[in-house]
């Protein structure tokens, strides 16, 4: 079993930044890959970015280069450093942990972003 929790949403301006962080917990040496999704509204959830164990990193195509995922293995945290943001970037954002049999995800933390 792993453990997920995300802290750092919140209200921001368009063109602000904030730093999301998922730290887990329990059986993390069977986690492969930290992922990051968010669901908007009445819109289906949707990868942001991928980081795997070995330190690569992948992005949704319309992100790229705005949002930064990252890990701190001695914290057991993965970062999602959002940087410009737009009120499109409105959603609540969740951490998923992917090991070789099973998926978990964290309870998610809202992001809005006002114009």
């Known amino acids: 079993q792993v453990q997920l929790v995300e802290s750092g949403g919140g209200l921001v301006q368009a063109g602000g930044s904030l730093r999301l962080s998922c730290v887990a917990s329990?059986?993390?040496?069977?986690?492969?890959?930290m992922d990051w999704y968010r669901q908007a509204p009445g819109k289906e959830r949707e990868l942001v970015a991928r980081?795997?164990?070995?330190?690569?990193?992948n992005y949704a195509d319309s992100l790229k280069g705005r949002f930064t995922v990252s890990r701190d293995n001695a914290k057991n945290t993965v970062y999602l450093q959002m940087n410009s943001l737009k009120p499109e970037d409105t959603a609540v954002y969740y951490c998923?942990?992917?090991?070789?049999?099973?998926?978990?995800w964290g309870q998610g933390t809202q992001v809005t972003v006002s114009s």
């Open positions: 998923r942990a992917v090991s070789r049999l099973f998926d978990y």
């Open positions: 329990g059986s993390i040496v069977s986690i492969n890959v």
């Open positions: 980081i795997t164990s070995g330190g690569t990193t």
